[in-house]
């Protein structure tokens, strides 16, 4: 998927009222806090954080494409949200991040991620003690969900457990995790059946 591409119709009136919906969950999973920093990953249009904004701090928002972030910086400049910044940034070849966060979340970005070990220890470094990481996935299906995107090479979304283990080697305590979400993605007129699970983690050490 170009997602460069896709940055300018990707606020669909089906995805903004998803993400109402997930930010409800973050915010049941994890007791936020008006001090508390935050970092979203892979932000894609903020429409995740775009919820958060005033239950925070502050927040960091960052994403690969450059499309979505030149649509996310002009609508923080439009709603005039002094609290959010956002940034075209590669996690793997750039130190941008200095900051420790109190919060990190993501929201259908992980299963794009080859190597997600690797990418969540980086984040893991980046939370402060007793940080929360709140990842919103896939549940694992036959890959119907990305049937129509040829080049995809990431994951068919992600079994709970074995996600567990990964963050738990990683380091973070813990851990919970619920599917929340039913829904269907139309796909050349066709639906697929897919859900989505919330999972939490916290860095004691």
């Known amino acids: 998927m170009d997602f460069n591409m896709q940055a300018l119709t990707w606020d669909s009136e089906k ?9 409800e969950q973050i915010t049941q999973a994890v007791p936020l806090k008006r001090h508390y920093r935050a970092l979203e990953f892979g932000c894609g249009t ?6 958060l904004f005033d239950k925070l701090k502050d927040i960091t928002c960052i994403d690969t494409s450059k499309g979505m972030i030149d649509v996310l910086n ?4 439009l709603f005039q949200v002094n609290n959010m910044v956002a940034y075209q940034y590669d996690i793997n070849n750039e130190s941008l991040l200095v900051p420790k966060y109190d919060f990190i979340f993501m ?6 991620i080859a190597d997600i070990e690797t990418m969540l220890e980086k984040l893991y470094c980046l939370l402060k003690k007793d940080g929360h990481l709140c990842i919103v996935e896939l549940d694992e299906d036959d890959g119907s969900f990305h049937k129509a995107e040829k080049d995809f090479i990431g994951h068919h979304g992600f079994c709970q457990e074995e996600l567990k283990k990964v963050l738990d080697k990683i380091g973070l305590e813990e851990l919970e995790s619920h ?3 039913n829904d269907q993605k139309m796909i050349d007129e066709v639906g697929v059946n897919y859900s989505l699970f919330i999972m939490k983690g916290k860095k004691l050490r």
């Open 107 to 112: 929201s259908m970005a992980l299963h794009h």
């Open 46 to 51: 903020g429409l995740i954080s775009f919820n």
């Open 179 to 181: 599917t929340f979400l």
């Open 74 to 77: 002009a609508k923080i400049e």
């Open 15 to 23: 995805r903004i009222k998803r993400a109402k919906v997930i930010a």
